[in-house]
């Protein structure tokens, strides 16, 4: 078989969603999403086609690797948005060669690393990924909260996204987001969120930057844990049951705090890294 290896800045969306949506056809949790949802997903996550790739045989999309490019830990980054084979093609060096080809293209781009995420307990994956280069760089949990009702003070501030000031949340411990929760991927669809905080002599000593639909909070940080504890019950009981997705495990005064709050461990995962 003779594959044709492309990147994605010129091929109609509908190709490029067929192709994911028969590549997760056989998964536990089958994925089948509209092109208007997955050019909701694209554009949340900032997805690049420039610097996404498929593989094409006869004309056909069998593999694809879409990924979003931002400035991630000091770094020019691209971060696995989704990748995948349709099940036909798989075992076939597909996606070997369709990742040597991103691989590729990308270093004459002069990006510096590449990130994913994948499930702990995909075994398969996690060393398929060591043997491209990749290394586990933190785990990573999504929790999500257990109770309905939380005590909290309603002494807090909440302000669109838009008037955030970077600069006067210096002073808090950030609770250092993922590839996805960054501030720049973030603004990309800023409407969709704002930020709760409580501050003490025109100082935010805690912060919560979360989901106006669903209360999901992306970023957190603080210099006094009651009162992100406080911004964090709030959030609780105005949308119930919310989620924290990526929390770093390595953040345990704030797992303990969070485990204070009811939440529980729904999933965990691991930030992968690779140089390029």
Not at 157 to 162: D, E, R
Not at 186 to 196: E, F
Request: net charge neutral; hydrophobic share 40%.
């Amino acid at each position: 078989m003779t594959y044709i290896f492309n990147n994605l800045e010129n091929i109609p969306l509908n190709t490029i969603a067929t192709c994911l949506n028969l590549a997760f056809s056989d998964y536990l949790v089958p994925l089948n999403l509209t092109d208007e949802q997955w050019q909701s997903v694209f554009k949340n996550n900032m997805v690049d086609l420039k610097n996404s790739f498929g593989a094409f045989y006869e004309g056909m999309m069998v593999g694809v690797i879409i990924n979003s490019c931002n400035i991630y830990n000091g770094y020019k980054a691209v971060f696995d948005v989704a990748t995948g084979v349709i099940p036909a093609y798989r075992k076939k060096g597909v996606f070997t060669n369709l990742f040597a080809y991103a691989l590729e293209n990308l270093k004459q781009k002069d990006i510096e690393r590449y990130y994913l995420e994948v499930l702990q307990d995909n075994d398969k994956a996690i060393k398929a990924y060591k043997k491209h280069g990749f290394v586990i760089a933190r785990e990573m949990l999504l929790v999500r909260s257990a109770v309905s009702s939380v005590a909290f003070n309603a002494n807090l501030m909440i302000s669109n996204l838009n008037d955030l000031e970077p600069k006067k949340l210096e002073k808090c411990i950030k609770v250092k987001p993922s590839y996805e929760h960054c501030l720049d991927i973030l603004k990309n669809t800023i409407d969709d969120y704002a930020i709760a905080y409580m501050h003490d002599h025109d100082e935010i000593k805690a912060f919560c930057i979360y989901d106006i639909k669903n209360g999901r909070i992306m970023q957190m940080g603080y210099a006094d844990i009651d009162k992100l504890k406080n911004i964090i019950g709030y959030l609780s009981a105005k949308y119930q049951n919310i989620t924290i997705k990526n929390v770093d495990s390595s953040y345990q005064e704030i797992i303990k705090m969070l485990q204070d709050l009811g939440f529980e461990t729904i999933v965990k995962q691991y930030e992968m890294v690779r140089k390029l």
